[in-house]
């Protein structure tokens, strides 16, 4: 079973802070890796689907990388906001599994 | 286009009673999958789908069964509800296996 952790659980930073989030899975027989946010009471947002054969893929203040090799990908925020307060989850695709997520709080 | 649509959005059963949840989409997509949601214990799998007449279980599915006759929707049934059962429920689906995924906006269910 492919286990996914994303460290830290939480995570409360000041506004502006640059900030990395992290994941890494068990299994490196992946093939793509999405990143998801979820307001609270809310659905999950895709942010950034990252094929196996890219190594980053940018969205505006986002950027996230992958390393299959070493089964690590980290989501990088740059300029934080308020407005980007929510839990960050990511899923290896292919086994259905995704991260317990972490929780970011971005303080005014 | 309305991407995944699920209802209801919330939900209050009785222990023992059954219910559905409904999920569907417009996307043509093969892949659909229910997950649950519980507090410290992130997304479970419970069934999913890999095209129209093929289902199978995943991490959680005892006390759950699905069906999926249409592309396009892919039920979940609560066959007895019990208190274990409350959670918010997730449905989503995707062109294939290693695409990324779309979620529905979720069903809140309580069973007391």
């Known amino acids: 079973k492919q286990e996914v952790t994303q460290i830290p659980a939480a995570l409360s930073v000041p506004e502006g802070e640059n900030l990395v989030l992290n994941c890494s899975f068990t299994?490196?027989?992946?093939?793509?890796l999405q990143w998801f946010r979820q307001d609270p009471g809310k659905g999950l947002t895709s942010l950034l689907l990252i094929q196996s054969s890219q190594r980053e893929q940018t969205s505006g203040r986002l950027n996230a990388s992958l390393d299959k090799s070493s089964g690590r990908s980290t989501l990088y925020i740059a300029a934080s906001q308020p407005g980007d307060s929510a839990t960050y989850l990511c899923a290896p695709l292919y086994q259905f599994y995704f991260g317990t997520g972490t929780s970011l709080t971005v303080i005014p | 286009n309305a991407g995944v649509t699920q209802t209801p959005k919330f939900q209050v059963l009785k222990t023992g009673q059954s219910m559905t949840l409904q999920c569907a989409q417009d996307?043509?997509?093969?892949?659909m999958s229910w997950y649950r949601q519980d507090p410290g214990m992130g997304l479970r799998l419970i069934h999913y789908?890999?095209?129209?007449?093929?289902?199978d279980q995943g991490e959680v599915p005892n006390g759950y069964n699905v069906s999926r006759s249409t592309t396009e929707d892919f039920p979940l049934r609560l066959l007895s509800a019990a208190p274990s059962q409350t959670s918010v429920y997730f449905c989503?689906?995707?062109?294939?296996?290693?695409?990324?995924?779309?979620f529905g906006s979720g069903t809140r269910l309580t069973v007391v």
């Open positions: 299994d490196s027989a992946i093939y793509n």
């Open positions: 989503a689906s995707s062109i294939g296996a290693t695409e990324g995924y779309t």
């Open positions: 996307m043509n997509h093969e892949y």
């Open positions: 789908s890999v095209g129209a007449g093929i289902t």
